[in-house]
């Protein structure tokens, strides 16, 4: 189950690359080619840790495409425990996400399928059409298909809410609050509650990002290009 978590709150983090691009990318193609750090705090600013995910440029397989990521995991001291490679890839034409498993849980574990289901998921954060400082609430329904998991029927509903956007200093910040929902056999067994903030240029390419939870604890998400 807690890998199941942490495979909703990537894609909760990776929800910006959709939704901050033109509109017409798909997910796979934003992160392709990007260098993603994670550090991660405790509620007094203390690290506990980080994690960089090195993304290779985009390649395409029949109808799937997919990027390999090496994944690097360090401790408190900076010191580096782990280090591996995994794959990411996605139908575009099935809208699905298929994580082999992106990028938190064990390496070796067998690939999970996410399927999205959201009136506005090719739409989140349209900025550039709307002028407005409210920007719209998002409800994404999960549902996630791995051995057992597919068969108690693991769901989840991920809402982004209270969203608001202000551009200072040449740069676009948005705030929000996230909710993450896990089911299993339709029952509640986990709510996640994040305020989150994003930094972005005027041409709306995300820069970073923090999430932070109830009790304080807090990692922040940086994007760069890997080159």
């Not at 992160?31 to 600013?45: Q, T, V, W, Y």
């Not at 719209?136 to 597919?150: A, P, Q, T, Y």
């Amino acid at each position: 189950m807690r890998n199941i978590l942490l495979l909703l709150i990537t894609f909760l983090q990776l929800v910006p690359f959709i939704s901050h691009g033109q509109g017409k990318e798909m997910l796979i193609e934003q992160i392709a080619g990007k260098k993603i750090e994670r550090e991660n705090f405790d509620k007094n600013g203390q690290l506990l840790g980080k994690q960089l995910f090195i993304i290779g440029e985009l390649s395409q397989a029949g109808e799937m495409y997919k990027v390999e990521v090496v994944t690097e995991l360090y401790n408190e001291k900076g010191q580096l425990n782990e280090k591996y490679s995994t794959t990411f890839q996605c139908n575009p034409k099935e809208f699905d996400v298929l994580l082999n498993v992106f990028p938190f849980s064990d390496p070796d574990d067998e690939k999970i399928k996410v399927e999205v289901i959201s009136r506005d998921f090719k739409q989140l954060y349209d900025l550039q059409s709307s002028k407005s400082k409210s920007l719209k609430d998002i409800e994404l329904k999960m549902s996630i298909e791995s051995g057992v998991l597919s068969f108690f029927g693991s769901k989840s509903l991920v809402t982004i809410k209270n969203r608001n956007r202000k551009t200072e200093n040449g740069k676009v910040n948005i705030t929000s609050t996230a909710v993450i929902e896990a089911y299993i056999m339709g029952i509640k067994i986990k709510t996640i509650n994040y305020t989150v903030e994003e930094y972005l240029t005027e041409g709306y390419v995300l820069l970073r990002q923090k999430f932070t939870e109830d009790d304080g604890a807090y990692f922040i998400m940086s994007y760069n290009d890997a080159n």
